[in-house]
């Protein structure tokens, strides 16, 4: 046997009033249950500008970003959405997260200083060698070059006009050796980076070691 009972449950409407609805629910065998339809009823309770719990069908967003909980319409707790970080704790979480990757990425590939150490003579050589070939390439093209303009000192000489081809080879000489110094002077910011990026690894790792140490040492 089932009855309609009417039941009227009291809210705040967020502006200090207080509004009345008249709910209807089945009573079966002497349970208490709510429609369907009122089931899927969802308010908000929120705290107003006044340090007041607020349970409303809405939430204005300045009280949003500060937490709120979503209620069923029995008044039960379904979700807590937590207050939004402000700048400086958003700042905060990202420093941290990463020091955590850059922590993870060092224990990864190392297990000592030395091996970090190690790892910067290896890199710094490979700049120095990479920046020795272009050295090299440009002493060879400083020889193409002056081998070029002898070659137009002579026709000049001979009063003759110096060949197209000989002036594109300088031309072209000329252009290879400016981007071999300019990849030289690329070579050398990297050599730069990659040091202070080795040293600073190796504070890092140094740091997690002494850590490590100090924890296991406490016990």
């Known amino acids: 046997m089932s009855k309609i009972i009417n039941s009227r449950i009291t809210l ?21 249950s709510l429609p369907v339809a009122a089931q899927g009823v969802l308010l908000y309770r929120y705290v107003n500008a006044e340090g007041v719990k607020v349970i409303h069908h809405t939430i204005p967003p300045e009280y949003a970003q500060n937490g709120y909980e979503v209620l069923n319409s029995q008044g039960d707790v379904v979700e807590v959405v937590q207050p ?17 990757a850059w922590d993870k990425d060092l224990l990864k590939r190392y297990s000592t200083v030395a091996d970090v150490k190690a790892a910067k ?23 193409q070059i002056a081998r070029e303009q002898r070659r137009a000192a002579d026709s000049e000489r001979q009063g003759i006009q110096v060949p197209e081809s000989i002036l594109i080879n300088i031309k072209n000489f000329r252009g290879e050796k400016a981007a071999a110094e300019r990849q030289i002077e690329e070579r050398r910011d990297e050599y730069r980076q990659a040091e202070d990026k080795f040293d600073k690894d190796i504070d ?13 040492t406490s016990y």
């Open 204 to 216: 890092r790792f140094t740091f997690i070691l002494e850590r490590r140490e100090q924890a296991r």
């Open 121 to 143: 003579r290896r890199r710094l050589g490979e700049i120095n060698t990479n920046i020795a070939i272009l050295r090299g390439n440009i002493l060879n093209l400083d020889s």
């Open 12 to 32: 705040n409407d967020g502006n200090g009033r207080r509004l009345g609805r008249w709910l209807m629910v089945w009573v079966f065998a002497g349970s208490l």
């Open 84 to 100: 939004s970080l402000t700048d400086t704790e958003l700042a905060a979480l990202q420093q941290k997260r990463e020091l955590e």
